[in-house]
């Protein structure tokens, strides 16, 4: 909903490629900021608390895009809500990653991984896919995009006050799952700051961070700009799909392929090692770029063309995600591989937020033709740092 359904929704409702990406792209600070306020998660309350009031609120977010949406200032106020959003998503992150932990036992966390994946895809095609869907089946039957959006917003919101108040009778209590002792304050945070201090004292830290800023350079751009590209009227340069359509070509037919290349490059990683799979997960993240300037040049009224186009390019960034996520995880190795893993989630949030700051401001000046040729430069810096990093040949093989 933050990060893809604010683009689409802001784009329908007129507003400026410029104006949509600055301001969604600043979204993204909550996830950068995670791994500071996490500490204050586990020392107030429960993660269960944590876990169903983050619900509620994101469902009352919900509810606020929805009646701020017919107001003369429908940007500025449903955009506080969108934070509203993203904070809690966040926080809600830091909870139930917590909560899994405790409320399972080991034996079972590796079985139940694969329901948690799962899951987080089907919530990827609901939003991005069936309500972005569901508001222009209502805009087609009321012919009003504001009221299209509101009532799926509210839709929105109704599920997740439902969901809210469900985990908050049917959630497991865990015996381990208790707030933390309020003397504690201080040693937490002094461990906090050491824990952080020795992620910036890894061996090549600059380069391994320059890895996670702008393995993704191109692509942190491009992902801005796909919806309005496929929502623009064609004599703008865009594909003048309308909303029900674009749900279906990339919140259903792109999230699909993005999960199939995610499989598929778990699957051989597993079986050969990162080594053997790196080259080929980086080509075959970037170069399906491609198929946008090709689109762009084009401009096929074959929605089937469309759709394929979209799936080669986010099947690629699913396949090339496998490596980028792999490598994070032998960075955050050592004595505190849990805490590390969080302070590179926030770099990747950095990462995807400050391109996509100033992407629209570059789409609108050179168009979309010359700014998918753009993202083809903007992936150099992806092949160059990949080919500075290492790591054991084994690394990321199952028998290892």
Known sequence: MVVTVSVILYKQLGFSNAQIAFSTSWLYLPWVLKPLWSPVVDLLKTRRLWIWTTELLFGAGMAGI?????????????????????????????????????????????????????????AMISAQGLL????????????????????????????????????????????????????????????????FG????????????????????????????????????????????????????YGTIGVIALMLGGILGGILVSRW??????????????????SFVFLAWIQPHNLGVISGCVAAEQFGYGFGLTAYFLYLIHIARGNHPTAHYAICTGFIALGMMMPGLWSGWLQERIGYLHFFGWVLVATIPGFVLTGLISFEPDFGRKSA
């Open 66 to 122: 929805a009646l701020t949406l017919p107001t003369t200032r429908a940007f500025q106020l449903s955009l506080a809500f969108f934070w509203l959003l993203a904070f809690s998503s966040a926080t809600h992150d830091i909870a139930a990653d917590g909560f899994y932990m405790l409320a399972l036992p080991e034996r079972e966390q590796s079985f139940f991984i694969g329901v948690r994946n799962f899951f987080y895809r089907v």
């Open 198 to 249: 020795e992620f910036f004292r890894k061996p090549k830290i600059i380069l391994l961070l320059a890895f996670i800023l702008f393995y993704r350079f191109g692509e942190a751009q491009l992902l801005k700009i796909i919806a309005p590209f496929l929502l623009d009227s064609r004599s703008t340069g865009g594909l003048g799909l309308d909303v029900k359509q674009v749900g279906f070509v």
């Open 273 to 290: 090692g990162l080594r053997a799979w790196l080259w080929p997960m980086v080509c075959v993240m970037h170069v399906p770029d491609l």
């Open 132 to 195: 972005v869907m569901a508001a222009g089946e209502i805009q087609q039957r009321t012919g009003s995009k504001v009221l299209g959006w509101s009532l799926a917003c509210g839709i929105g919101s109704a599920l997740f006050l439902a969901l809210g108040a469900y985990h908050g009778f049917m959630l497991p209590r865990p015996v381990s799952d208790h707030r933390g002792p309020s003397r504690s304050l201080n040693q937490l945070f002094e461990q906090f700051f050491r824990t």
